[in-house]
């Protein structure tokens, strides 16, 4: 069951820096006036985070879960610490977002721009210049898919925020959505959201994988 965990998580890891965007994404377009507004106070809110702490469930597209801690600072720096039964970490130093999984020994790096996690990583990020508001069916949702046009390898990202008079900006980061090039979707849910809480840079420090002895 360990073994069928961790599988789960590094196919649900790789998911959250996968790229490509999934046609089922595509709706009819929503009045420019109130998307603008929209992406707007979006854009506010996430501006609003200093640092934050939250829970996550990683769904893939075959209803695996895995689940763990996210840990955000901004600028730049996020940290997705998994349950204890899976020896995978994803962190972001503030210019790269590595992977790492421990039980093979194996670390991919990518600079955050050229991941979806850049739109809401990136110092000077602004999830507006690329993106699209999409319709949903309650009124206190917020759906946006961010994709650069012109560098559609860098990937997809859809963040849904729920209105909450509470969180910084009165909206709340519920989760993510991306999609491989295989079209393979894993969906990234956060809960129990905490605001403004002292986190060291250390926390984005991690254990590096064991080096491969050659032979």
Request: glycine fraction near 8%; charge should be positive; proline fraction near 6%.
């Amino acid at each position: 069951m360990t073994k069928l965990k961790n599988r789960t998580a590094r196919a649900i890891g790789a998911g959250l820096l996968a790229l490509a965007a999934p046609a089922a994404l595509v709706a009819p377009a929503v009045p420019a006036a109130a998307a603008e507004n929209r992406l707007d106070s979006a854009v506010k809110a996430l501006r609003a985070i200093g640092t934050m702490k939250a829970s996550f469930r990683q769904i893939d597209r075959s209803g695996q879960q895995v689940s763990g801690t996210m840990t955000l600072k901004r600028p730049g720096k996020i940290r997705f610490q998994y349950q204890d039964s899976v020896p995978l970490l994803i962190v972001s130093d503030g210019s790269r977002l590595t992977m790492l999984d421990y039980e093979v020994n194996q670390k991919q790096v990518w600079p955050i721009k050229n991941s979806p996690l850049g739109a809401l990583l990136q110092p000077d990020g602004d999830i507006s210049r690329f993106g699209t508001l999409m319709p949903t069916s309650h009124k206190d949702v917020t759906s946006i898919r961010i994709k650069d046009p012109k560098h559609p390898e860098y990937g997809t990202m859809t963040m849904i925020f729920e209105k909450n008079a509470s969180a910084p900006g009165g909206m709340e980061l519920a989760g993510w959505v991306s999609v491989d090039a295989q079209n393979k979707t894993t969906k990234i849910l956060l809960d129990n959201h905490r605001y403004g809480m002292t986190v060291s840079n250390g926390t984005f420090m991690f254990k590096d994988v064991r080096a491969r002895t050659k032979r």
